[in-house]
C-alpha cells in the first residue's frame, strides 16, 4: 500500500515557508512577503524563497537560526500515531511536497518521525557562505512550481 501525504498544512499545520519568514525576518518581513509574492506570480515560488533565503542570510540568519525556528513546529501526535501504525501494517509512506528538503528532514527529526519512506521535493542545500540555496525539484523545462501529478505518477509505477 502505498501512502503519499502532502507536508505543508497537511502533516503540520503550517506552511513552513511562511513561517520560517515572520520569525526570522523581523521588520523585513513586508518587503521580503511582497518580494516573495511577486516572484511566485511573475516566475516561481522555488526562485521566490531562493531570493527570501539569500535575504535572510544577508540580514544574518545562520543554518542554526533556521534549525531552532523549525524545531518549534509539531505534527500533531495522533497522526504520528497513525502513520507508526500505517507503516507497521507494511505501507510505503512517502511525502510529496512543494516545500524544500532542508525544511522537511528538520521538522521530521525533530518530531522522531523516520517512518516515512521517501520525500519527494525541493532540494536544498547550504552553500559555502552558509546561505540556504533551494532548487527546483524539475529540471528544464520548470513548471512553476512542483508538479505534483507527474511525481505521483511516477512514485506509483
Avoid at 497522526?79 to 516545500?99: F, H, M, P, T, Y
Avoid at 518521525?113 to 542545500?125: F, G, Q, R, S
Amino acid at each position: 500500500t502505498l501512502i503519499v501525504f502532502d507536508f505543508d498544512e497537511t502533516m503540520i499545520p503550517i506552511d513552513s515557508d511562511r513561517f520560517v519568514l515572520e520569525n526570522l525576518s523581523g521588520s523585513e518581513w513586508p518587503r521580503l512577503k511582497a518580494s516573495l509574492y511577486e516572484s511566485a506570480r511573475v516566475q516561481q515560488w522555488n526562485k521566490g524563497m531562493h531570493d527570501a533565503m539569500e535575504s535572510l542570510h544577508k540580514l544574518g540568519v545562520t543554518r542554526l537560526h533556521l534549525v531552532e525556528c523549525l524545531q518549534r513546529v509539531r505534527i500533531d501526535p495522533v497522526l504520528k500515531a497513525q502513520i507508526r501504525e500505517l507503516k507497521a501494517s507494511g505501507a510505503n509512506i512517502r511525502i510529496l511536497s512543494d516545500a524544500n528538503r532542508f525544511f522537511i528532514d528538520t521538522i521530521l527529526q525533530q518530531n522522531d518521525l523516520t517512518e516515512i519512506d521517501e520525500v519527494l521535493t525541493n532540494p536544498a542545500d547550504f552553500d559555502e557562505d552558509g546561505c540556504l540555496r533551494i532548487k527546483p525539484y524539475h529540471t528544464d523545462p520548470h513548471p512553476p512550481s512542483l508538479d505534483r501529478r507527474q511525481i505521483f505518477a511516477k512514485a506509483a509505477s
